[in-house]
């Protein structure tokens, strides 16, 4: 019998694809509009759940940097269940740190074990390989909770 995992992980996977090819923008949150990787979280949350659990409000580019805490991760602990980056399947949340005394920064979402979709700064949401360059940079990796 299943837990309701597989079921929110598998429309997670398929939101999260139909916002490919969504330009980047900076704030943006809209599906074919604009989104950066804050808001592809948004717009998949709000898709399958109905409503986000709470609203970033305005942000900087450099806002990771100048709030002297680990804002990203510790809005994902109170709305996901982190879990073991071994542990981490397709419709799981992924967050990055670019350095190890930074905070995470960038935020993506699997739909492989080995492939992940984002908001790519410059560019726009797109499906990228999970290669060294990418895994050694992820912060944690989080479960999103089951509907209802």
Request: glycine fraction near 10%.
């Amino acid at each position: 019998m299943s837990d309701g995992t597989d079921d929110v992980n598998a429309r997670i996977v398929a939101e999260a694809l139909g916002w490919v090819g969504t330009p980047y923008r900076h704030q943006g949150a809209r599906k074919g509009v604009g989104c950066d990787c804050l808001g592809l979280l948004i717009g998949v949350w709000r898709a399958v759940y109905g409503a986000v659990p709470e609203e970033p409000g305005p942000y900087s580019v450099d806002w990771a940097e100048t709030g002297g805490c680990d804002r990203f991760l510790q809005a994902a602990r109170r709305h996901c269940r982190e879990k073991p980056l071994a542990e981490a399947i397709a419709g799981d949340l992924i967050l990055f740190r670019w350095r190890a005394h930074l905070p995470a920064k960038h935020a993506a979402i699997l739909v492989a074990p080995d492939r992940f979709v984002h908001a790519y700064e410059g560019s726009a949401v797109v499906v990228s390989a999970l290669v060294p360059q990418w895994r050694k940079r992820i912060a944690a990796a989080f479960a999103f909770p089951e509907i209802g």
